[in-house]
C-alpha cells in the first residue's frame, strides 16, 4: 500500500536520540548531514551554522520505503497489504529507538501510496485511454506505458503498466504482464491530514483506499469500446465527439470554466449505460481493497 512516506521534526531531543543510533552510515547530499539504516531508511539533518560554525541541526526528515524493505530491499510488483505496512512501520519506528510520543512529534510531509489490479485486457492498449485528471493531462512518466498527472507536485496521480515495467525495465519476472497499478503522491500537508501514529491504524489505510478511489473518479478514459446498443442517436453522435483528445482540449481551453465539467458529465453517463473499461478497473479497485479488509478482520493489534 504505503510506496515511500516522509516525516519531519524539529525536537532537538529527538534529534539528539536518532545522531545517537550505532545503526547508522553517513551518506552525502549537499546541504544535510545524511545517515541511514539502509537506502530505504533515511535520515536527513539539516544543519544550523552561526560564525561559519555548526552548532545543531534545525530538523531531521524520516525517509521510509516500506514495500521496498518488505521485499528485502529489491524492486518488484506483489502485493503489499495494509497489515504488512504497519508491521514494517513499526519494526522501523523500533530500530531507530523511536517512542510513540516522539513519533507524534514528527509531521507528515510526502506521502506515496497506491495498489496493483491485474486486467484481463492487454494493457499496453489500456494505458493510452488516460488522458486527463481532473483538468489535468497525463503525461508521459518515466517509462512506456507510464503515465503521471501534469500537475503541481502537491498532489498527483500515477498510472502505469507495471507488469510490462517490472519485465521490460526492472528485469523482474513472476508479475502479471497485465498489472496495473494507480498511485497517489502528495507533498503538502493539506492533502495528507494525518499524523506519523495513524499509520499504524487500520483505519487509516481504509481513508487512502476512499482516496484513491475519489480521485479515480476524477479520471477521464477514452471508450472506444463501449457497446453502442444501448446509447441513443445523440449519444452516439457526443460519443464520436468525447473519443477524441483535442475535444478534451478545446474544453479545458475555452473561456467557459464550466464546459469541461460539463461535458465530463455528459460523457459519464454515456459510459455508464455500458460496461466501460474505467467501470471495470473501479470494481477491480473495489476488490481489492475488500480483500485486504477480509484479511485484516481478526488483527485488531495496535502499535
Known amino acids: 500500500m504505503l510506496d515511500m512516506f516522509k516525516l519531519r521534526t524539529q525536537s532537538q531531543n529527538t534529534i539528539n536520540s536518532l545522531l545517537s543510533n550505532p545503526l547508522l552510515s553517513n551518506y552525502e547530499k549537499k546541504g544535510l548531514d545524511c545517515f541511514k539504516i539502509n537506502d530505504r531508511i533515511k535520515l536527513e539533518f539539516r544543519p544550523v551554522y552561526e560564525d561559519y560554525k555548526k552548532i545543531g541541526y534545525n530538523y531531521v526528515d524520516l525517509i521510509i520505503f516500506p514495500h521496498f524493505i518488505k521485499n528485502n530491499y529489491l524492486h518488484n510488483g506483489d502485493d503489499f497489504s495494509p497489515i504488512q505496512c504497519i508491521e514494517i512501520i513499526k519494526d522501523v519506528f523500533k530500530k531507530l529507538n523511536l517512542e510513540i510520543d516522539e513519533i507524534n512529534e514528527f509531521n507528515l510531509i510526502k506521502i506515496e501510496y497506491g495498489l496493483n489490479i491485474i486486467l484481463l485486457q492487454d494493457i499496453s492498449t489500456i494505458i493510452p485511454q488516460f488522458i486527463f485528471y481532473s483538468k489535468s493531462s497525463f503525461i508521459r512518466n518515466k517509462a512506456n506505458y507510464s503515465l503521471i498527472s501534469d500537475t503541481c507536485k502537491h498532489k498527483q496521480v500515477k498510472v502505469y503498466a507495471k507488469g510490462i515495467d517490472c519485465l521490460e525495465r526492472l528485469k523482474v519476472n513472476g508479475i502479471n504482464i497485465n498489472t496495473l497499478r494507480i498511485e497517489l503522491k502528495s507533498n503538502q500537508r493539506r492533502f495528507i491530514k494525518l499524523k506519523p501514529s495513524d499509520l499504524l491504524k487500520l483505519e487509516t489505510y481504509d481513508k487512502l483506499m476512499e482516496n484513491i478511489l475519489k480521485e479515480f473518479d476524477s479520471i477521464i478514459m477514452l471508450e472506444p469500446n463501449l457497446d453502442k446498443k444501448c446509447l441513443n442517436k445523440n449519444e452516439i453522435k457526443d460519443l464520436k465527439k468525447y473519443l477524441k483528445i483535442n475535444t478534451w482540449q478545446e474544453y479545458k481551453n475555452s473561456i ?48
Open 256 to 303: 467557459n470554466r464550466d464546459l469541461f465539467n460539463y461535458n465530463r458529465n455528459k460523457y459519464n453517463k454515456i459510459c455508464a449505460k455500458s460496461n466501460s473499461m474505467k467501470s471495470e478497473i473501479k470494481y477491480l479497485i473495489k476488490s481489492k481493497f475488500n480483500e485486504w479488509k477480509y484479511s485484516a478482520i481478526s488483527s485488531t493489534q495496535t502499535y
